[in-house]
């Protein structure tokens, strides 16, 4: 999808600051993630062990600071996972509409998978993407690790339309549709698929199987 | 018969339908693409799974081109 001679996404112009995504850097982005995600929770699982070696009955407040250890990857996972919710309808008209020119876009399976699902599976350099209304998922190969991207269009427009846009700049330039993108979460796939609703699920399996 | 379509409200709109041997039709088209770049849309040719090509001046040959909106992170 990207390569030398490939053309860029124009929208990358608008974050011109940032260096372009590619496996290397993506794969540097999830590690510094995940270290992050470590240094948010170390200091609280440390502080319930330090205070239950100094008082065994602090105990309460010992799990306090575990719950918040566990909480922090969760909500993380949680905003990763919310990149793909379905947004707000337009009316049923125009919906068929841009259903059917969705449609259009995508082969027997992945139209399949989207009718089921509201996500559109497209297979990348950098991995297998769920593309939904407001963002898209990146499953990394082997599937075991997912990146959430926050990305949408600036218009009112009826969600078949808006997950076009996303599917078409993404097919247009791929690296630079991750660049424009913002990342709301990188992680093990099993965490978002948790958090994902369960209509969604079956797509982020079918991504996973070909990752 | 190729057309020139813009992702909108109503799910799509066609602004413009054209054969190569119709030069009025080709002429009102490509006067269309243009004014509809001019509005900040991208012309989009999908040639399939995975591929898709923006294009600057309307492509004649082409069954379907897409005016998409911007996009940005969120």
Same mark, same amino acid.
């Given at each position: 999808?990207?390569?030398?001679?490939?053309? *860029?996404?124009?929208?990358?112009?608008? #974050?011109?600051?940032?260096? &372009?995504?590619?496996?290397?850097?993506?794969?540097?982005?999830?590690?510094? %993630?995940?270290?992050?995600?470590? +240094?948010?929770? *170390? !200091?609280?699982?440390?502080?319930?062990?330090?205070?239950? $070696?100094?008082?065994?009955?602090?105990?309460?407040?010992?799990?306090?600071?575990?719950?918040?250890?566990?909480?922090?990857?969760?909500?993380?996972?949680?905003?990763?996972?919310?990149?793909?919710?379905?947004?707000?309808?337009?009316?049923?008209?125009?919906?068929?509409?841009?259903?059917?020119?969705?449609?259009?876009?995508?082969?027997?399976?992945?139209? +399949?998978?989207?009718?089921?699902?509201?996500?559109?599976? =497209?297979?990348?350099?950098?991995?297998? %993407?769920? #593309?939904? =209304?407001?963002?898209?998922?990146?499953?990394?190969?082997?599937?075991? &690790? #997912?990146?959430?991207?926050?990305?949408?269009?600036?218009?009112?427009?009826?969600?078949?339309?808006?997950?076009?846009?996303?599917?078409?700049?993404?097919?247009?330039?791929?690296?630079?549709?991750?660049?424009?993108?913002?990342?709301?979460?990188?992680?093990?796939?099993?965490?978002?698929?948790?958090?994902? !609703?369960?209509?969604?699920?079956?797509?982020?399996?079918? +991504?996973?199987?070909?990752? | 018969?190729?057309?020139?379509? &813009?992702?909108?409200?109503?799910?799509?709109?066609?602004?413009?339908? %054209?054969? $190569?041997?119709?030069?009025?039709?080709?002429?009102?088209?490509?006067? +269309?693409?243009? =004014?509809?770049?001019?509005?900040?849309?991208?012309?989009?040719?999908?040639?399939?799974?995975?591929?898709?090509?923006?294009?600057?001046?309307?492509?004649?040959? $082409?069954?379907?081109?897409?005016?998409?909106?911007?996009?940005?992170?969120?």
């Amino acid at each position: 999808m990207a390569g030398a001679a490939a053309p *860029i996404l124009p929208e990358t112009a608008t #974050v011109y600051w940032r260096p &372009r995504l590619d496996a290397a850097r993506l794969r540097r982005r999830g590690r510094i %993630w995940t270290l992050t995600t470590i +240094a948010h929770t *170390i !200091p609280f699982l440390a502080t319930a062990a330090l205070l239950l $070696a100094l008082e065994p009955l602090s105990f309460p407040v010992a799990a306090v600071a575990v719950v918040h250890a566990w909480g922090i990857p969760a909500l993380y996972a949680n905003r990763g996972a919310n990149v793909v919710r379905p947004r707000p309808r337009a009316a049923a008209a125009p919906e068929r509409v841009a259903a059917g020119l969705l449609g259009d876009l995508l082969g027997h399976e992945a139209r +399949a998978l989207h009718a089921g699902t509201g996500l559109a599976l =497209e297979c990348g350099r950098l991995g297998t %993407w769920l #593309v939904g =209304e407001a963002g898209a998922l990146l499953v990394r190969p082997g599937g075991r &690790r #997912v990146d959430c991207w926050c990305v949408k269009v600036d218009a009112d427009l009826p969600s078949g339309d808006r997950t076009a846009h996303l599917l078409l700049a993404l097919r247009e330039d791929e690296q630079g549709f991750a660049t424009v993108a913002n990342l709301a979460f990188s992680g093990a796939a099993r965490r978002v698929r948790r958090r994902l !609703p369960a209509a969604m699920r079956p797509a982020l399996d079918a +991504a996973r199987a070909r990752a | 018969m190729a057309r020139l379509i &813009r992702m909108d409200q109503a799910g799509h709109t066609t602004l413009a339908e %054209w054969t $190569a041997g119709d030069d009025a039709a080709v002429e009102a088209a490509v006067a +269309a693409f243009r =004014e509809q770049l001019d509005a900040g849309y991208y012309a989009v040719v999908s040639s399939g799974e995975g591929h898709a090509e923006q294009v600057r001046e309307l492509p004649l040959e $082409a069954d379907l081109v897409i005016l998409r909106r911007p996009i940005a992170g969120g």
